[in-house]
């Protein structure tokens, strides 16, 4: 199977069992996204710090960012190797939105429109979303959403204002 570029968010806000702190949990993650079969991480975003959404006021922020990956795999094994990764952090899924060590969504791959079986694509809520257009925009300059046909600077400036913050480069 030929790779396709796919573009994978990384968020976490809470430390894995037996310490880390969530943006070492995110560096952790794109280093076993490299080490996974089928899978070459090309590029990195910035980590950026944003809200839950939706808010919560007893939760931490979040740590996100974007992996451009060039993928060898079905759209389901690319999923499947996300939450292959996701529980190796030890990530648990008590409720929607709940707090989490890790969190790994396929925003993309290679422009594919699909409503399911999972994974729908492109992800149905990323255009929304600040923590994930602005690390997209540092990987994939230019990406065009699938669907509505918008470029991601016209995403981002369409936006209402989100609490988000540039931590650090890759």
């Known amino acids: 199977m030929a790779a396709e570029a796919a573009l994978v968010a990384i968020g976490a806000n809470l430390p894995r069992p037996?310490?880390?702190t969530p943006i070492e949990t995110c560096r952790w993650a794109v280093a076993r996204l490299g080490a996974s079969p089928g899978l070459r991480v090309r590029a990195?975003?910035?980590?950026?710090?944003s809200a839950p959404i939706p808010p919560d006021p007893s939760a931490p922020p979040f740590v996100n960012g974007v992996a451009l990956v060039d993928a060898a795999?079905?759209?389901?094994?690319?999923?499947?190797?996300?939450?292959a990764i996701e529980a190796e952090a030890g990530r648990?899924?008590?409720?929607?939105?709940?707090?989490?060590?890790?969190?790994?969504?396929?925003i993309d791959l290679g422009g594919r429109v699909r409503a399911g079986p999972a994974p729908?694509?492109?992800?149905?809520?990323?255009?929304?979303?600040a923590f994930v257009l602005r690390p997209l925009a540092e990987?994939?300059?230019g990406w065009?959403?699938?669907?509505?046909?918008?470029?991601?600077?016209?995403?981002?400036?369409?936006?209402?204002p989100q609490?988000?913050?540039?931590?650090?480069p890759a």
């Open 92 to 106: 648990a899924r008590p409720y929607p939105n709940a707090p989490r060590v890790l969190d790994l969504d396929l």
């Open 163 to 168: 609490a988000i913050r540039r931590l650090e």
């Open 73 to 83: 795999l079905t759209p389901e094994a690319l999923l499947a190797a996300l939450h």
């Open 18 to 20: 037996g310490g880390g």
């Open 120 to 129: 729908v694509l492109p992800h149905p809520r990323a255009h929304l979303r």
């Open 139 to 141: 990987v994939a300059p």
């Open 44 to 49: 990195v975003s910035s980590w950026w710090e």
């Open 144 to 160: 065009v959403h699938p669907v509505t046909g918008e470029a991601v600077e016209g995403l981002i400036a369409a936006l209402a």
